[in-house]
């Protein structure tokens, strides 16, 4: 339990909880990443949901969660097309006070989850936050980077601090637009988090294989 939980409960008030909603396909190795990051360092009060894409079910996925059915809820759905949609179920199913969506092959940074309360809690007339992300795509070419139209910064990241919306009060009016590209609507008021010294960060790292695998995603939904 955090320092700030501790303090909470001796007073009597109810501490800040969070949902952490990971969406996930077919990762299971990213999956058993994420969740070993994550699972340890989260609160009593705080919850971890796993929406999963059953579109092709995968017997690793299924094991990685059967192996965690303790501490992970899992909601069950199809993508069909549309990533708001599909992502909007976690609002559904969240009890936290706040609902933090980390995709499958991202890992927040330990700095990153023990700041994040204070953050929210600093966040009096703030609806929703943007999450930096570090981008590392390895076997990237200069050719391809070109094409995608990347900058790549001295660290090799790609389009940092590259800010997702992905932090949000669950109070019933935010949702997600946007079959691809998801924003956040409903909100009355964003701020971006810190991203100058990579402490409220993101991890994103693929292959090149996998990039060019989710641009055509994209673009079969963009059409």
């Not at 909470?8 to 999956?31: D, H, K, M, N, W």
């Not at 097309?81 to 499958?104: V, Y």
């Not at 292959?207 to 060019?212: A, H, L, Y």
Request: charged fraction near 30%; charge should be positive.
């Amino acid at each position: 339990m955090s320092f700030l939980s501790r303090l909470f409960a001796r007073r009597g008030a109810r501490p800040l909880s969070i949902t952490y909603g990971i969406t996930v396909c077919t990762e299971a190795q990213e999956l058993t990443a994420l969740l070993d990051a994550l699972l340890p360092a989260i609160d009593a009060e705080d919850e971890v949901v796993v929406l999963r894409d059953v579109t092709r079910p995968a017997e690793a996925v299924s094991r990685v969660l059967a192996d965690r059915a303790d501490r992970v809820r899992v909601v069950e759905a199809r993508l069909d097309g549309d990533f708001a949609t599909f992502k909007n179920r976690l609002f559904a199913a969240a009890k936290g006070d706040w609902l933090f969506q980390i995709d499958a092959d991202e890992v927040p940074t330990p700095s990153l989850l023990a700041k994040l309360k204070p953050a929210l809690r600093r966040s009096f007339f703030v609806d929703c936050l943007r999450v930096p992300r570090i981008n590392v795509v390895r076997g990237a070419t200069p050719e391809q980077i070109a094409q995608w139209g990347w900058t790549i910064d001295a660290n090799g990241y790609v389009n940092y601090p590259d800010h997702q919306p992905r932090i949000a009060r669950n109070n019933g009016r935010i949702r997600w637009q946007n079959k691809v590209h998801e924003k956040f609507t409903g909100y009355r008021a964003r701020k971006k988090l810190p991203w100058r010294d990579f402490s409220y960060c993101l991890l994103h790292v693929k292959t090149v294989q996998r990039q060019e695998e989710q641009n055509c995603l994209y673009d079969t939904i963009d059409g």
